[in-house]
C-alpha cells in the first residue's frame, strides 16, 4: 500500500496536471456509488487501484463484478448497480431499446483479446464444426466472435456451436475439459492458455489497433442528478490510472490481487493493458471506431452506425481534455 504521505503526493500532482480541475468545485450529491464490472479484467486497472489506495476521495465505491457484461447491463437497468463499467456494445443494446441511458467515460480502449484453438485448429477458416466459448449471449465475446467467423468465411449459426461459459479462466478451464475448442480470452488467461500449448489463430488488434473495449454508462437521470459525484468518480479513475502508468510493480500486484494469476502473467497482462489506458476517458481513434461498428453492424445487433449524440454524454470527456 502506498503510504498516505505518498498518496497526498499523488493527489497534488494529478491537481498540477489539471485532472482534478473541476472534480471538487462542489461536494458530491451522492457520496456512495455502486460500480458494476462487467469481469475482473487488467483493463480497471484505474478502478482498481483508486479503490486499494483511497483515490476516491469523498466517495464510498463499492466495485460489484458480473459473470459478463451482458448481465450487467440488465443489472443497470434494474437499478441493482449506480454505474455500469462494460464494453460500449453491452451499453448501446438497451440504448437502441429506448432505455434513457449514456456512456460518459472511455479510457480503457485496449484491443488486446485473443482466439485461442485446441492443437488440431490452425485457424478459424478450418474450425468448422468447433465449439466456440464466449463469457454469455449478447456480450462483447459473443459479437467479436461472430464477426471473426463470418469474415473467415463461416457461419455463425450454422457452422459452429457459440456457447456462453462465463469469464475467460473459467472457459480455459473448459477447454482443458475438452468441453470447448477454441476461446476468446482476455489478459491474463491468454497468456496462460499460450504456455498450455493452445494455438492462437486470431488476435483482436488484427480487426482493430484500438477498440471501445470497457466503458462507463449510467442512467441519463443518475448522471443530471448527481454530475459532482460522476466528477469525483472518475477523478479517482484518472488518478488510478496515473498510479498504474507510473509505478508498474503496484500495478502488477494489484492485477494479481484482483484476478488471483501468478506474477509472471499478471506482468505480460499489465504490459499489454497498460498502452491503451488514458487517464482523460478519451475514446478510441477513428479506425478502433469504425472497427467496432463493422464488428456491431455485421452482428446483426445493428443496422447502421447509431449517432454519438444518442448514446454519449461527453461533458466529463470533455473537462478533462480541457484541462490537459
Same mark, same amino acid.
Do not use: C
Given at each position: 500500500?502506498?503510504?498516505? /504521505? &505518498? ?9 498540477? #496536471? ?17 460500480? /458494476?464490472?462487467?469481469? +475482473? ?66 479510457? &480503457? ?31 462483447? #465475446? ?8 463470418? $469474415? ?8 459452429? +456451436?457459440?456457447?456462453? /461459459? ?12 475438452? +468441453? ?11 497468456? *496462460?492458455?499460450?504456455? $498450455? ?32 459525484? =460522476? ?29 488471483? *494469476? ?11 493493458? =497498460? $498502452? +491503451? ?10 479506425? /478502433? ?15 447502421? *452506425? ?8 461527453? #461533458? ?5 481534455? #480541457?484541462?490537459?
Amino acid at each position: 500500500m502506498i503510504p498516505t /504521505g &505518498m498518496k497526498s503526493l499523488i493527489a497534488g500532482a494529478m491537481l498540477v #496536471t489539471g485532472l482534478t480541475a473541476t472534480a471538487f468545485a462542489q461536494s458530491p450529491e451522492k457520496t456512495s456509488v455502486k460500480v /458494476g464490472l462487467a469481469a +475482473q479484467t487488467p483493463a480497471f486497472l484505474g478502478l482498481y487501484l483508486a479503490d486499494a489506495e483511497g483515490l476516491y476521495d469523498g466517495l464510498d465505491v463499492e466495485l460489484v463484478a458480473f459473470r459478463s457484461g451482458s448481465d450487467l447491463a440488465r443489472a443497470v437497468v434494474s437499478g441493482a448497480v449506480d454505474v455500469a463499467a462494460g464494453a460500449l456494445i453491452e451499453a448501446l443494446v438497451p440504448i437502441q431499446q429506448g432505455q434513457p441511458y449514456k456512456v460518459f467515460w472511455g479510457g &480503457m480502449n485496449n484491443s488486446v483479446m485473443d482466439w485461442y484453438a485446441i492443437p488440431s485448429i490452425s485457424s478459424i477458416a478450418d474450425s468448422k464444426g468447433a465449439r466456440y466459448g464466449i463469457s454469455s449471449y449478447g456480450s462483447l #465475446t459473443d459479437f467479436v466472435t461472430r464477426y471473426a467467423l463470418e $469474415k473467415n468465411g463461416l457461419n455463425p449459426e450454422t457452422d459452429v +456451436q457459440i456457447i456462453p /461459459g462465463g469469464s475467460s479462466s473459467a472457459r480455459l478451464a473448459a477447454m482443458e475439459a475438452g +468441453q470447448l475448442d477454441v476461446n476468446l480470452l482476455i489478459p491474463p488467461a491468454k497468456f *496462460v492458455a499460450a504456455e $498450455k500449448g493452445y494455438n492462437k489463430i486470431l488476435s483482436q488488434s488484427d480487426i482493430a489497433p484500438d477498440y471501445p473495449y470497457e466503458v462507463l454508462y449510467a442512467s441519463e437521470s443518475f448522471i443530471a442528478e448527481n454530475p459532482n459525484t =460522476v466528477a469525483a468518480l472518475i477523478d479517482g479513475i484518472a488518478k488510478g490510472v496515473e498510479l498504474a502508468k507510473s509505478d508498474g510493480d503496484r500495478a502488477i500486484k494489484e492485477i494479481e490481487a484482483r484476478t488471483g *494469476v501468478e506474477t509472471k502473467y499478471a506482468t505480460l497482462a499489465y504490459d499489454e493493458i =497498460v $498502452k +491503451q489506458l488514458y487517464a482523460d476517458g478519451r475514446l478510441p481513434t477513428e479506425a /478502433g471506431m469504425k472497427a467496432f461498428w463493422d464488428v456491431t453492424i455485421m452482428s446483426g445487433e445493428f443496422a447502421e *452506425v447509431l449517432p454519438t449524440s444518442e448514446w454519449l454524454d461527453p #461533458t466529463f470527456i470533455d473537462e478533462h481534455a #480541457t484541462a490537459q
